[in-house]
């Protein structure tokens, strides 16, 4: 059974840092392109970023670029996202997604999703 | 402000057929890449309802159905059941972007 479980998530003042982690279990992780994918309370999810499989390639939207940082350890099964500059529109849970083929990251759906992990931006 | 847009809300007695757009543009839908649909309770993850040409994942039943055209794609929902109330999102790729785009949700209610 494929499962994602997210941890790492905690309230933080503005300017500060935090990272997030997913474990992956289930599945060949290095098989798969991984996202973070955020949700603000009462909006829709926002892709934030994604790695290859095997961790070379990475993709981030442009309100993290330069802030965040995606990565994954295969060894471990487990992606990770630090967020460093953390500003109040940060405030959302996060989710881990799997990309549903593919070590690739490109136009496919997420076909699993952690439970998410709420972080906090505030003073 | 959402890359793709939906209407924030849509209903319908039980039985009956509802559907959902969502509008995009040239460097996304228009483009060419595939459009995929999400059913979320509130309190929990997106859960993958649609993907690509209408493909649905093992255990979704086929009262759920998309199409597309041009800029905009539709999820439909036929056989309006109590268990369908929740939000739907509608995901596709940004070329302009390089990433992933989400709509910006509609809430289904069931009469």
């Known amino acids: 059974e494929v499962q994602l479980v997210e941890s790492g998530g905690g309230l933080v003042q503005p300017g500060g840092s935090l990272r997030v982690s997913c474990a992956a279990s289930?599945?060949?992780?290095?098989?798969?392109?991984m996202s973070w994918v955020r949700q603000a309370p009462g909006k829709g999810p926002e892709w934030v970023s994604a790695?290859?499989?095997?961790?070379?390639?990475?993709?981030?939207a442009d309100s993290v670029k330069g802030r965040f940082t995606i990565s994954r350890d295969n060894s471990k099964n487990t992606l990770y996202l630090q967020m460093n500059s953390l500003r109040g529109d940060d405030t959302a849970v996060y989710f881990c997604?799997?990309?549903?083929?593919?070590?690739?990251f490109g136009s496919g759906s997420y076909n699993y999703w952690g439970q998410g992990t709420l972080v906090t931006v505030s003073s | 402000q959402s890359v793709l847009t939906q209407p924030p809300s849509v209903s319908g007695a039980p039985g009956q057929r509802v559907t959902i757009s969502c509008t995009g543009s040239?460097?996304?839908?228009?483009?060419?890449?595939?459009v995929h649909w999400y059913q979320q309770v509130p309190g929990t993850a997106p859960k993958l309802l649609i993907y690509?040409?209408?493909n649905r994942p093992s255990g979704v039943p086929d009262r759920f159905s998309d199409s597309k055209s041009g800029t905009s794609a539709s999820l439909a929902i036929t056989g309006l059941q109590a268990e369908d109330e929740a939000d739907y999102y509608c995901?596709?790729?940004?070329?302009?972007?390089?990433?992933?785009?989400f709509g910006g949700g509609t809430k289904l209610t069931v009469l």
């Open positions: 790695i290859t499989g095997s961790g070379g390639g990475t993709y981030y």
């Open positions: 040239n460097s996304n839908i228009g483009a060419g890449y595939d």
């Open positions: 690509g040409n209408n």
């Open positions: 289930g599945f060949t992780f290095s098989s798969f392109a």
């Open positions: 995901q596709s790729f940004d070329s302009s972007l390089s990433g992933s785009v």
């Open positions: 997604a799997r990309q549903r083929v593919g070590a690739y």
